[in-house]
T-cell receptor, first 114, second 114 residues
């Protein structure tokens, strides 16, 4: 069965420092991968997605992610974190059942220190 | 365009009661999916509707049901509420419900079962 693992439950980064959030997936075929962000009291906002092609994907708010098939990873990166980036981040993969059901990781909470 | 709207935003019910949550998708979107978010289980897929038909269902008991109307608005119903049903219920809509469609999430309905 498909699954997504986000190894880090909570990460604290200094403002202006770089960020990398880890995501590993388990999927038999070519995965469709997503990163979403959730601010307190809000729904999920899509940061970026990967379906095929260039393995380095650019998203909104200065985020990017790199798909590495050999490592079954889809890590999210940002070169310089802003205080407003503090939120919960979810990696997701579309399941192989009919439709478009997303399978989410448990999320990583990002705190930004000044 | 207005985003995905969910009503009500907050609900308090007691065990044994039933509840109906509503979701209005982005105008023109025909696919609506529902997810349950809890601290313990994270984000879990409930079901997906497309053109008034349930196309996909997650691993939830039959107490959880839903429907979609001809205007694509969707409702989900939970009967015989249990304490464990306390969660944030998120609705997401997409244009055509294809695997590469972006799913846009609403702010959620926070259900508390006492």
């Amino acid at each position: 069965a498909q699954s997504v693992t986000q190894p880090d439950i909570h990460i604290t980064v200094s403002e202006g420092a770089s960020l990398e959030l880890r995501c590993n997936y388990s999927y038999g075929a070519t995965p469709y991968l997503f990163w979403y962000v959730q601010s307190p009291g809000q729904g999920l906002q899509l940061l970026l997605k990967y379906f095929s092609g260039d393995t380095l994907v650019q998203g909104i708010k200065g985020f990017e992610a790199e798909f590495k098939r050999s490592q079954s990873s889809f890590n999210l990166r940002k070169p310089s974190v802003h205080w407003s980036d503090a939120a919960e981040y979810f990696c997701a993969v579309v399941g192989n059942q009919a439709g478009t059901a997303l399978i989410f990781g448990k999320g990583t909470t990002l705190s930004v220190s000044s | 365009k207005a985003g995905v709207t969910q009503t009500p935003r907050y609900l308090i019910k007691t065990r044994g009661q039933q509840v109906t949550l509503s979701c209005s998708p982005i105008s023109g979107h025909r696919s609506v999916s529902w997810y349950q978010q809890t601290p313990g289980q994270g984000l879990q897929f409930l079901f997906e509707y497309f053109s008034e038909t349930q196309r996909n269902k997650g691993n939830f008991p039959g107490r959880f049901s839903g429907r979609q109307f001809s205007n694509s608005r969707s409702e989900m119903n939970v009967s015989t509420l249990e304490l464990g049903d306390s969660a944030l219920y998120l609705c997401a809509s997409s244009l055509d419900g294809t695997i590469t469609d972006t799913q846009y999430f609403g702010p959620g309905t926070r259900l508390t079962v006492l």
